[in-house]
């Protein structure tokens, strides 16, 4: 564990430098830093990870906090792996993105020393196993993220989102702190491992420290309905924060999760169900709206919520295998969504990544002004369409492996007497290949409305050139990821079913491991066959090389394509939104033309959330009235609000003496 403190020390350390070196040599501070804690921690989880074992520490940290333990087991180990590997890509990209905002009077300084507590937080979050101290590292994750997000805080948009981030999660920490008073009322102790034995037999108490640790950790990870904060927070953000954000931190809300349900052990049915259905609601809602959205971040941002909710079907279907006694089930489900953060954290940095990249050549974000950049952005463009394969969770990139694990488990549960199992599990199938289905189509909209094609503005016309090679670098390392993980997946399962095997407890789990290696060591094969097949028709192609007369042909007054003959963003999904009408508020912008030859004319549609539109701002709109109706209180007059202090304290003393007796 020495290494482990020395890891932390080194982040803690990287971002106090920041502060002082140079503006051109801060964000190089922080990716040495993170490297150099990336490789320290791998020597520890790595260690737990392949032995199965346990590594622990415990650290007097305060009289009032007392002893601390800081643990290593299966499941911290492969989070830490995650966060600190993952968090060191966001900062090497860092440095190629954040150079035009060097040297002009920005909080670049703050920002690294942000961004260097929020790694540190992260992988406390994760390794701690006392209550106290565990909401203390939340509370500066959460802190550090919001100075992170709000960097461009003179813009209007970008400080109320992170102001709408913040007040999410103080939501959130009420709802862990409110599970942690129930569990230290029963086992009179702040550590989790009082916790787990003071569940054991209680299920009505597992119960409902499930829910409320579910709703504080679902705020964090992003499930519906508790997913509002997120596509506005991730856009305002800069990018290498979006790509660390989405990709490795709102997985700390999944770790909460995982962590209550070791207290809990053998989950009820009710609370496994209700995980599941929450999970397949948010994949479904979370593809739903991204399909909708022109802002290319935010399209992203909805895909994270969608990706939360197969990562919390897969926990859902293990939990179902937990209550219903089936191990097989429960291995497949856990290992499948294990196995998804991992997965989602590598596409979706690397599309996270390539979005920034196009933000920076083209200072827009909206997909209907872009196009045609693969010409003049290769790299970037062949990248976010890797990213694009693999979150579709099309072969042979990581994303088929872990969701076909979790179609693995819930087919495995079908032939279950239960028939609510069975009913249930037809329907999560359904709403899984739903989920995928809707992916292709978002994706296929956002990489061809951006990439291919002709330019739709001077913006996309006027690129030259791709970005620097330090972000093209972890860019194509996690490409490289996605598909190493898809062709080769059998080394990563093995490492998954290690946390996997803390939730199942059970002997059958190695017939299972076996199992599943010779299953995907198959599917392996068959990848290789493929990806053979595919180089030798692409040789063919290029050895044959036939020349082709092209002639132009009467086109009766056609003369060359443009950007106005091509699918917008809009009319490109329109076909499927508008079978989906009720689940979308729509509201259009536009000026009609008058005259014979008019100036100006435009039409846009913008969907908004229908959750934001009718139950969020109305709430906000409510209570912005209800605390207008006391502005005059704050007058600026000093004897009035004397006069409030003295009435207050007259009120205090009257109640003391009457109460008092």
């Known amino acids: 564990m020495?290494?482990?403190?020395?890891?932390?020390?080194?982040?803690?350390?990287?971002?106090?430098?920041?502060?002082?070196?140079?503006?051109?040599?801060?964000?190089?501070?922080?990716?040495?830093?993170?490297?150099?804690?990336?490789?320290?921690?791998?020597?520890?989880?790595?260690?737990?990870?392949?032995?199965?074992?346990?590594?622990?520490?415990?650290?007097?940290?305060?009289?009032?906090?007392?002893?601390?333990?800081?643990?290593?087991?299966?499941?911290?180990?492969?989070?830490?792996?995650?966060?600190?590997?993952?968090?060191?890509?966001?900062?090497?990209?860092?440095?190629?993105?954040?150079?035009?905002?060097?040297?002009?009077?920005?909080?670049?300084?703050?920002?690294?020393?942000?961004?260097?507590?929020?790694?540190?937080?992260?992988?406390?979050?994760?390794?701690?196993?006392?209550?106290?101290?565990?909401?203390?590292?939340?509370?500066?994750?959460?802190?550090?993220?919001?100075?992170?997000?709000?960097?461009?805080?003179?813009?209007?948009?970008?400080?109320?989102?992170?102001?709408?981030?913040?007040?999410?999660?103080?939501?959130?920490?009420?709802?862990?702190?409110?599970?942690?008073?129930?569990?230290?009322?029963?086992?009179?102790?702040?550590?989790?491992?009082?916790?787990?034995?003071?569940?054991?037999?209680?299920?009505?108490?597992?119960?409902?420290?499930?829910?409320?640790?579910?709703?504080?950790?679902?705020?964090?990870?992003?499930?519906?309905?508790?997913?509002?904060?997120?596509?506005?927070?991730?856009?305002?953000?800069?990018?290498?924060?979006?790509?660390?954000?989405?990709?490795?931190?709102i997985k700390t809300g999944i770790y909460g999760i995982l962590r209550v349900l070791l207290f809990v052990g053998t989950p009820s049915?009710?609370?496994?169900?209700?995980?599941?259905?929450?999970?397949?609601?948010?994949?479904?809602?979370?593809?739903?709206?991204?399909?909708?959205?022109?802002?290319?971040?935010?399209?992203?941002?909805?895909?994270?919520?969608?990706?939360?909710?197969?990562?919390?079907?897969?926990?859902?279907?293990?939990?179902?295998?937990?209550?219903?006694?089936?191990?097989?089930?429960?291995?497949?489900?856990?290992?499948?969504?294990?196995?998804?953060?991992?997965?989602?954290?590598?596409?979706?940095?690397?599309?996270?990544f390539a979005a920034g990249g196009v933000y920076l050549k083209t200072h827009t974000r909206n997909i209907e002004k872009l196009g045609g950049l693969i010409k003049n952005m290769p790299y970037t463009g062949l990248m976010f369409i890797i990213g694009s394969v693999a979150i579709c969770g099309l072969p042979p990139f990581n994303g088929f492996i872990s969701e076909f694990l979790i179609y693995a488990g819930m087919l495995k549960g079908i032939p279950s007497s239960e028939i609510n199992l069975f009913i249930t599990l037809i329907l999560a199938i359904a709403a899984l290949a739903m989920v995928g289905t809707m992916a292709i189509l978002c994706f296929t909209k956002a990489s061809g409305i951006t990439f291919l094609g002709?330019?739709?503005?001077?913006?996309?016309?006027?690129?030259?050139?791709?970005?620097?090679?330090?972000?093209?670098?972890?860019?194509?390392?996690?490409?490289?990821?996605?598909?190493?993980?898809?062709?080769?997946?059998?080394?990563?399962?093995?490492?998954?079913?290690?946390?996997?095997?803390?939730?199942?407890?059970?002997?059958?789990?190695l017939p299972v491991f076996n199992s599943v290696m010779e299953l995907v060591s198959t599917l392996s094969w068959y990848f290789f066959i493929f990806l053979i097949l595919v180089l030798v028709l692409f040789a063919i192609r290029m050895f044959i090389n036939r020349k082709a007369d092209i002639h132009n042909t009467w086109g009766c007054g056609y003369d060359r394509a443009n950007n106005h003959m091509q699918y917008t963003a809009t009319s490109y999904a329109d076909l499927f939104i508008s079978t989906l009408k009720p689940l979308f508020k729509r509201v259009t912008h536009i000026k009609k033309p008058k005259d014979l030859f008019p100036k100006e004319a435009y039409y846009e549609m913008e969907i908004q959330d229908i959750e934001e539109a009718y139950i969020v701002k109305p709430l906000i709109n409510w209570d912005e009235k209800f605390l207008t109706k006391f502005e005059r209180i704050q007058s600026g007059n000093i004897q009035q609000y004397i006069l409030f202090g003295l009435i207050f304290l007259i009120i205090a003393i009257i109640g003391m003496v009457y109460f008092g007796g």
């Not at 109320?160 to 709802?175: E, T």
């Not at 990562?311 to 097989?328: D, E, F, H, K, R």
Request: contains cysteine; aromatic residues 14%.
């Open 2 to 249: 020495e290494i482990y403190f020395l890891a932390l020390g080194m982040l803690f350390v990287g971002g106090l430098l920041s502060i002082i070196v140079k503006e051109d040599w801060k964000f190089k501070v922080c990716s040495i830093f993170s490297l150099i804690a990336s490789v320290l921690l791998l020597l520890p989880a790595g260690a737990v990870l392949l032995t199965g074992g346990t590594l622990a520490q415990t650290v007097y940290m305060s009289p009032i906090l007392g002893d601390v333990e800081f643990v290593i087991d299966p499941l911290s180990a492969f989070f830490v792996l995650v966060i600190s590997i993952m968090s060191f890509f966001g900062t090497l990209y860092a440095n190629g993105y954040m150079k035009p905002y060097l040297n002009k009077g920005m909080n670049v300084s703050s920002h690294c020393f942000f961004l260097m507590m929020l790694l540190v937080s992260m992988i406390l979050v994760v390794t701690v196993q006392n209550a106290f101290f565990f909401l203390i590292v939340w509370e500066i994750m959460s802190l550090s993220s919001f100075f992170l997000v709000i960097f461009e805080g003179e813009k209007k948009e970008v400080l109320s989102a992170g102001i709408k981030y913040l007040v999410y999660m103080h939501l959130s920490v009420i709802f862990i702190i409110a599970a942690f008073v129930l569990l230290n009322i029963q086992s009179n102790s702040l550590t989790f491992v009082d916790f787990a034995s003071a569940l054991d037999g209680n299920e009505s108490l597992a119960n409902i420290v499930f829910f409320l640790a579910f709703i504080g950790f679902g705020i964090k990870a992003g499930f519906v309905p508790f997913h509002n904060w997120l596509p506005d927070a991730h856009p305002a953000a800069p990018t290498h924060v979006s790509g660390i954000m989405s990709g490795v931190m």
């Open 454 to 509: 002709n330019p739709r503005s001077e913006n996309a016309k006027n690129v030259s050139g791709d970005v620097s090679k330090v972000m093209i670098v972890p860019m194509g390392i996690l490409a490289f990821l996605t598909f190493f993980i898809g062709m080769y997946p059998q080394y990563f399962i093995g490492a998954v079913l290690v946390p996997a095997s803390m939730f199942v407890r059970s002997e059958t789990i």
């Open 269 to 352: 049915k009710l609370i496994s169900y209700t995980v599941l259905v929450i999970a397949a609601i948010s994949a479904l809602y979370g593809v739903l709206y991204a399909i909708t959205q022109h802002d290319i971040k935010r399209l992203l941002a909805y895909h994270s919520i969608e990706n939360i909710g197969i990562i919390g079907m897969g926990i859902g279907i293990g939990m179902l295998g937990l209550a219903y006694s089936n191990p097989v089930v429960a291995t497949l489900g856990f290992a499948g969504g294990i196995l998804h953060i991992l997965n989602h954290s590598i596409f979706k940095e690397l599309l996270f």
